[in-house]
């Protein structure tokens, strides 16, 4: 595949897959439900078909037109399971980027086709995911080795 064969440019009719997650952020102490819209690039979908387990509860095919008013992100065509969730951080440069993921694999138009949800989905919580959580690196994290790791013998 040459440089000049990849598609670069997108247009309002560019097929883009949207989730529907169920995270959680913590506030006061506390892990909070919410659900997010978040686009999901073409590898990822890929995964999501073959079982792995995921906060996605549905899938949603939409075109880029469909998702973006003038920039902006709109729910205006999302399911109504969608209604009252809201759009993940950086939604507009992140749908861009997953659509364009989808210029290549057309073939995932066919198994999902534009304006269909797909909800047999690997559902699970076990594993939370946390929006607004932050790793504070404290001395125990540090990795202890053999006092003869760096030396050579």
Do not use: W
Request: proline share 5%; glycine share 4%; charged share 20%.
């Amino acid at each position: 595949m040459t440089i000049s064969s990849v598609p670069t440019a997108l247009s309002a009719s560019d097929y883009v897959i949207v989730g529907l997650a169920h995270c959680f952020t913590k506030q006061d102490g506390n892990v909070v439900p919410v659900t997010v819209i978040e686009p999901i690039p073409s590898a990822y979908f890929e995964a999501l078909m073959k079982g792995v387990p995921t906060s996605y509860q549905m899938l949603c095919s939409l075109t880029l037109g469909q998702l973006l008013d003038d920039d902006r992100p709109t729910a205006n065509h999302l399911p109504a399971d969608a209604k009252g969730a809201q759009f993940c951080e950086d939604f507009v440069e992140r749908t861009m980027a997953a659509a364009r993921t989808y210029q290549t694999r057309t073939n995932i138009q066919e198994t999902l086709p534009c304006g269909q949800t797909f909800s047999d989905i690997n559902f699970s919580t076990e594993k939370k995911r946390i929006l607004n959580a932050s790793h504070k690196v404290t001395a125990e994290d540090n990795v202890k080795q053999h006092k003869y790791t760096h030396m050579t013998l």
